[in-house]
DNA sequence: GTGGCTAATG
DNA sequence: CATTAGCCAC
């Protein structure tokens, strides 16, 4: 099985973009955030016409989630459902198999110290408890991908000491985030790339980004112990980055037995 | 000699769409229309590192005019010069050889009745003027070009008594282009091509447009008495309008001896 | 429909 | 730098 992650910052904008990606590398599962249309106006069809499944729950300009699938879900779902669905332009949740896959747009928070700061430490701590309702660590087989707006370590920053503290590299949403993992996920990632300066997001507005280095790794692939030991490889596709009309994140893969 | 004209809607957006033209068609002179563009942002380096000169005066987001020439000029200047300069960005001038070219992007007019209508209706007097003052149409080798906003016949209207009046097709606007050719002024176009269905302009909002047939000639290639004896031909170019990433007008041009 | 503008967000 | 929205013009 393969799964990807990519931060499409407007589906309709990266359309060509998605669709010659999942053409070429042909996936399982691709989980888009920031698809940033509201449902009436998504493109659809442009999907299912290249034979796709495709499930999406969005807004108005800002976040929106989607999940594109070879095959049709067992199951699919959006939003943390803890709330009147405000939630759900930010997770998406589909089974297939025995495979959850709990795509997030965490929130990016704004300004630190902000009140969106403060919900986006709150995020963390009701995603914790949207896996501790419905899973069992030990168990179950549960991918948690997507843009998480953090870089844990410093290996995931450019510069770590020059950026902290920032917004996505900082204690308290560091902290957020392993109270998470802390509950039982695995970072699949750097279990096959353990070396630092890999990225997966470069900001727009520093020119040549990518060939200086001045990335993030911001979106993530995790797995419970059940994923983790299933998971054979993942790889970042920097070449997209670097082709124009693209979005600042790239996609990340991961394969699975 | 080859002359054309091309409301370009924006020269920044259309500047791959103008080069590759130019490239093609290799004319001694292009006259824009709606360049939309400030002098500090015209792409100029595009047209001079392509081997073209290249005269220009815009304004933000409305109007702007240009001169590409193969040849640099021996005279250039812009507006009516009967105001503070608020018409430069409509009215290109320039000398090349014994031809004097003048290229015009004559108001739309916004609204029958408005005083943006009575603006246009203006603007043909004083560009009388301005003809009358300069040139001695028995004399001098003219020639006015450019999206005149006028159809001055019938024939230049995919329905006349549909759209009449119109902004472009009317009485008072036709009396005004009138009172501006019979200075001495000749329709080399229709020297040429003189059956109806000939259109220089689709309005975006038609869909197939082109294919329809629901189309202006308001883009006009005119000329003293001379010119219009030594024209030999003219052509729009409908293939370039058909493309997408078009401007709603396309390229007219003229072949002189 | 397709431009460009301003403003806000990231 | 690159999206969105809402505005205006043609």
Not at 74 to 82: A, I, K, T
Not at 240 to 257: I, M, P
Request: one cysteine or more.
């Amino acid at each position: 099985m393969q799964v990807a992650t990519f931060n499409c910052n407007s589906v309709r904008r990266r359309l060509d973009v998605i669709l010659h990606w999942l053409a070429v590398h042909n996936p399982d599962v691709l989980a888009l955030q920031e698809t940033k249309v509201q449902d009436h106006d998504f493109p659809e069809d442009a999907f299912l016409d290249a034979g796709w499944n495709v499930y999406f729950r969005g807004q108005k300009a800002y976040n929106g989630v989607a999940m594109i699938t070879r095959d049709p879900v067992e199951y699919v779902s959006f939003g943390l459902q803890d709330d009147d669905g405000e939630s759900a332009s930010r997770l998406a949740h589909v089974t297939c198999g025995e495979t959850a896959i709990v795509n997030t747009y965490v929130p990016q928070g704004s300004e630190l110290g902000s009140p969106k700061f403060a919900f986006k430490l709150e995020w963390f701590t009701r995603l914790r408890r949207y896996f501790t309702e419905r899973f069992e660590p030990t168990r179950d087989r549960v991918l948690w991908i997507g843009d998480l707006n953090v870089a844990p370590t410093p290996a995931d920053v450019y510069d770590s000491q020059k950026v902290w503290p920032h917004l996505c590299h900082c204690q308290e949403v560091i902290d957020a985030f392993r109270a998470v993992t802390d509950w039982g996920f695995h970072d699949i990632f750097r279990k096959h790339l353990p070396e630092s300066g890999r990225f997966t997001f470069w900001d727009y507005r520093l020119r040549n980004a990518v060939e200086n280095g001045l990335g993030w790794r911001i979106d993530h692939v995790l797995g419970t112990q059940s994923m983790t030991d299933a998971s054979v490889s993942c790889d970042i596709d920097v070449e997209s980055r670097l082709q124009k009309g693209s979005s600042d994140h790239t996609f990340v893969t991961a394969s699975f037995r």
